[in-house]
């Protein structure tokens, strides 16, 4: 098998040695020049190239190092006959545990409204209630989304979870309709897919059906939210505070209103980054797979668009 | 037994009715004028009083509402014939484990720089090591230390200890020398109790012994710092950042250069503050005791410090 690396935002130097080093029976390209178009079996890349897949007449596998494929999905040079896979790190999936729980205690402590003091100067004491007294709302139970709410169970969180389809957790109570969510959950943090029915979900129905005093935390993708919905909802202080790690433009532009908005806390989509080792022996697996002709890990249902 | 509930620091409404449900045989006054200076034998408040104890000739024990005791040990007032009892409230445990897990989880996912670069509008990913590739260090292992060791262990951190006393925890690495613990440790939060040995420990020869690029996190009390110590050593980015709950001086002085700090996080004293309820049930069970003339529970040697 030929395979093609290609890393359109990230670093190729954060993958080369890794994918190489797992793959020790393959030839590995990082050009596409520097091959025979017929040649390459198997593409893995972190988005969709600015050049056309098309031109790979005996690809067989497309492999993203990165978990959405909504990138691939709405790419309409990306050919559709050719299996899909997205990339299921373990190491991404304790990264985001890891993520998500730092931010979810920091809004369960007040730590932003600490950080809004300290640029006051003010000495105001928080009488913080436990974890066991907090409810937590995640939104969509794929990988992620139930992982994080076991690690917040464990933690003593109660945990809502709203999800398309029904999926039982111990002890995490499910929803099916978004406004019971909302008005249930203190801390609502978004892990969905972005496909067409969660596109622009976070708009104002949204937001006026958050409590007050609730903090929206975002680590899905920057087009679950509508931008401006969401800065008029800060003004009527539901949620009192945003964390967001992802954006409709990335890098979030200069000029963008969300750097220096009191209520905001930007992280610069960095809460799960695939670990390039691990990464490497899932995309090793899915190409053994391939070989023995044994079903894809990861493998896209482009329906559901997951 | 009357009782005399007191508080110097916190508000008296805060505790009254929970103190007042816990003892519903004993007489609870919160006023010292109220009471025959003769009737009281037991004294339960946050801080030693303005007035001294010593005319409560009948005296028998003193409960503090909170786990330090420093203030009521460097008290000349204070009579050390009397047994004094810390605040042992299992809340108090729980809620420093999800104030030190929050304060970690910041420092280890790089959230104080992510934070430092929102106010410059710098986007730069960041790579993160997942918790097991991190050590964290914890000065201290009484009761905070020993809970808190064992939650950061169960989240996948790699945890060391250093202590008067080697007390050995699953997973946890004890160090005998502080030279040693600060260089193995790329996160160290100070949980000691504050005695003569610990006054003033994380002076210029401690931060000149820490990681560059590490976080010093206190939660134990603001005089283990020196702090014009610690404002050196931040210049010279060892550590790269602070995250302070306590000072020499409580509230912080508005004119306090830790407030304006880049690489200082102040929070006021709210790391764990004991539960009205919790704490409570806890002093009753000590003045069940005392009726009973069975061993305290969080009895205080007075040589030891805490």
């Not at 139930?146 to 690690?151: D, G, I, K, S």
């Not at 007050?212 to 679950?224: C, E, P």
């Not at 931008?227 to 539901?238: H, P, V, Y």
């Not at 960095?270 to 995309?283: I, K, L």
Request: glycine share 6%; proline share 5%; charged share 20%.
């Amino acid at each position: 098998v030929s395979v093609l690396l290609l890393c359109r935002a990230e670093p190729l130097e954060r993958w080369h040695d890794a994918i190489v080093q797992a793959l020790p029976s393959e030839r590995v390209y990082t050009r596409a020049q520097d091959t025979n178009a017929a040649q390459i079996e198997v593409v893995i890349a972190d988005a969709p190239p600015r050049e056309s897949l098309g031109r790979f007449a005996n690809l067989r596998l497309i492999q993203s190092l990165w978990m959405g494929v909504d990138g691939w999905l709405n790419d309409a040079t990306v050919p559709t006959s050719v299996p899909l896979a997205r990339m299921l790190d373990p190491s991404m999936v304790t990264a985001m545990i890891e993520s998500a729980t730092a931010h979810v205690l920091h809004a369960h402590l007040h730590h932003d409204d600490m950080r809004r003091q300290q640029s006051e100067r003010t000495w105001r004491e928080f009488f913080n209630p436990l974890a066991r007294e907090r409810r937590v709302g995640i939104l969509g139970m794929g990988n992620l989304g139930a992982a994080v709410a076991r690690a917040l169970t464990r933690l003593g969180f109660r945990v809502n979870a709203w999800s398309r389809a029904q999926k039982p957790i111990d002890g995490v109570r499910w929803f099916g309709t978004l406004d019971e969510f909302l008005s249930a959950s203190e801390i609502v943090v978004c892990l969905l897919p972005l496909t067409g029915a969660t596109r622009g979900i976070a708009n104002a129905k949204f937001f006026a059906a958050m409590r007050a005093d609730s903090v929206f935390i975002n680590l899905g993708r920057g087009a679950h939210v509508i931008e401006d919905d969401l800065l008029a909802a800060l003004d009527r202080g539901k949620p009192r505070h945003a964390i967001l790690d992802v954006f409709a433009n990335e890098p979030l532009p200069s000029e963008h209103a969300f750097w220096s908005h009191p209520r905001i806390t930007v992280t610069p989509h960095s809460a799960s980054m695939a670990n390039p080792v691990t990464a490497a022996a899932f995309v090793a697996e899915n190409v053994r797979r391939l070989r023995a002709g044994e079903a894809l890990l990861g493998a896209v249902d482009r329906d559901a668009g997951y």
